[in-house]
């Protein structure tokens, strides 16, 4: 049984439910009915890592919320304030659209300022429309759904209900990442701390496949790298708050630039090169720069000499064999300290010294009045 969460093995059975039908969204007109709705197994597990809790048996084939919505009481006045108090805080956000997963009858996004989107699989997409809220009857997929740039996503009671917390989240960040997109996300789930601490049953239902401590929730969002700016506990401790971001999504694209202009180098390279370093880290270098039959390599460690370097017919020579109109290039940089003091103490003389970053040669600081 892995933790959903941090991935670890380290889980034990707390509690064995048993059968229990869906909670919030199987209510029926009649007895009859009533008694004849799915049972679904519930195993809660702790993860002895993150203190994760969560499900083992949980069915994701089933439908939680496809029909008449969630029949949460959400009217009480602590409640409500609570509420308050969480939009409050999310129209402070810097922001270009709404985006709530999960919105349900649209109660939260109407509290919130500036252009909104919601996403509603149950039949409360019905009421969103009848708000004017634009809405798309649907489950969220990361990846696949819009995401715009500036977007503030809200998952208010909504990954708690998510079998695989990692992969969605991660999917998340990763296609904002791969996009260049920066957003923030406010999550609100259950705390489970409480109902731990005081044997609490009343849990466990089979809706919830995760329950988070501020432990396991920090982890997972350690774990997606998200950027955390704010988790805390709420409403006596019955729920955490999260405000996470996903920024510096074009990293990746810097990089690939920079790595393009690793094959540009072969065509800038001097004559008469010496390449320094005949093996390990040195064969990548090798094989992506050296013209088998014009360049020669040599290497500080005579156990090599003589010998191939892999996969090429350049043999690897004693580094006595530089000479004044050679230009060297040392292939690992980690090495060049080392490697110009062997030069020294061998007298060498080379007419330049380069190593290669992020595709371009540079000089080194070997001076040949040094030796």
Wanted: glycine content about 6%; proline content about 4%; some cysteine.
């Amino acid at each position: 049984m892995r933790c959903p969460v941090c991935n670890s093995n380290s889980t034990y059975l707390l509690y064995a439910v048993g059968k229990l039908p869906l909670s919030v969204s199987a209510l029926q007109s009649s007895a009859q009915d009533s008694v004849k709705l799915p049972m679904y197994d519930i195993d809660i597990c702790v993860c002895e890592l993150c203190w994760h809790v969560f499900n083992a048996s949980f069915d994701e084939t089933v439908d939680q919320y496809s029909g008449d919505g969630c029949t949460m009481y959400n009217a009480g006045e602590a409640w409500s304030h609570h509420v308050q108090r969480v939009a409050d805080y999310v129209n402070l956000i810097p922001r270009g659209r709404v985006v709530e997963i999960g919105a349900g009858d649209g109660e939260f996004l109407e509290l919130l300022d500036g252009p909104k989107l919601a996403y509603e699989p149950s039949d409360d997409y019905h009421k969103l429309c009848h708000k004017g809220i634009p809405a798309h009857r649907a489950y969220y997929t990361p990846g696949v759904e819009d995401v715009e740039q500036n977007d503030l996503i809200v998952m208010r009671h909504v990954l708690e209900h998510i079998h695989k917390p990692f992969e969605f989240l991660d999917d998340l960040a990763t296609h904002c990442r791969m996009s260049g997109i920066d957003i923030n996300l406010v999550v609100e789930v259950p705390c489970v701390n409480n109902a731990l601490k005081e044997g609490r049953i009343e849990d466990w239902t089979f809706e919830h496949p995760n329950h988070f401590t501020l432990t396991s929730l920090r982890t997972l969002f350690m774990r997606t790298g998200l950027n955390v700016h704010r988790i805390v506990e709420m409403y006596n401790g019955e729920v955490i708050l999260a405000h996470v971001s996903v920024y510096r999504g074009s990293g990746h694209l810097d990089l690939q630039q920079k790595f393009k202009q690793i094959t540009k180098l072969k065509t800038k390279l001097p004559n008469n090169v010496v390449f320094w370093g005949g093996a390990g880290k040195s064969t990548m270098i090798l094989h992506e720069y050296a013209l088998e039959s014009l360049d020669r390599v040599v290497d500080s460690d005579e156990r090599k000499w003589g010998k191939y370097v892999p996969g090429l017919p350049l043999r690897i020579e004693t580094p006595d064999i530089i000479g004044e109109n050679d230009t060297v290039i040392i292939t690992t940089n980690w090495r060049e300290e080392d490697i110009l003091a062997d030069m020294r103490r061998r007298n060498l003389k080379p007419a330049k010294v380069y190593t290669i970053k992020n595709g371009e040669l540079h000089e080194s600081a070997f001076s040949s009045e040094d030796c």
